[in-house]
């Protein structure tokens, strides 16, 4: 178990190595869950976000000096997912990974914290994410936080549901701690 506190800063260049083996290493348990042809997309949808230039922001979270998490924001869901359709002109978090060595460290938490200074300092007055049961976790640690999801910008990826949330930052009590 990790024992000392989260440094959650923005991503330079010297860490994208590192970020990239957070995400897989954050998201290497779906390869079992998914079928190949499946695993095979989303890990290259993630190697392909780490140097996307569509990304506003890239934060990561280091712990007893080692990169342990990284999230990504967007301006947008055009940006995010190249979907204009969804009509989401607020920031978007993708790709909040923490490796499994680090979960439960509150992590995950401290990345969005500070995602919801950024998007604040932005000027934004909602942040959007998107996901699915299959991340069952993440779910639950989005609903504790405040997030209400967004039930008008859902999808399907073939046969997934793509859920969506919100999160009202007038309403958010992130920043109070």
């Given amino acids: ?64 000096g080692r990169l342990v998490g990284s999230v990504f924001i967007y301006d947008s869901s055009e940006a995010a997912y190249g979907a204009p359709q969804l ?25 969005i914290r500070e995602s919801v200074r950024v998007i604040k300092e932005w000027g934004a007055d909602t942040l959007h994410l998107h996901t699915s049961d299959m991340m069952d976790s993440a779910v639950r640690l989005y609903e504790r936080l405040g997030f209400e999801r967004a039930y008008d910008k859902e999808f399907h990826n073939g046969a997934v549901l793509v859920k969506s949330y919100r999160l009202k930052l007038s309403d958010t009590a992130l920043l109070n701690v």
Avoid: C, F
């Fill in 87 to 111: 009509e989401i002109h607020n920031p978007i978090i993708r790709l909040l990974g923490v490796l499994p060595s680090a979960r439960g460290s509150g992590i995950a938490t401290a990345l």
């Fill in 1 to 64: 178990m990790p024992s000392g506190q989260a440094i959650v800063r923005h991503a330079e260049e010297r860490d994208r190595d590192a970020v990239l083996n957070v995400l897989l290493g954050a998201y290497s348990q779906y390869e079992t869950t998914l079928e190949p042809d499946r695993w095979t997309q989303y890990k290259e949808s993630i190697v392909e976000a780490v140097d996307a230039a569509t990304t506003k922001a890239r934060l990561v979270a280091e712990l007893d």
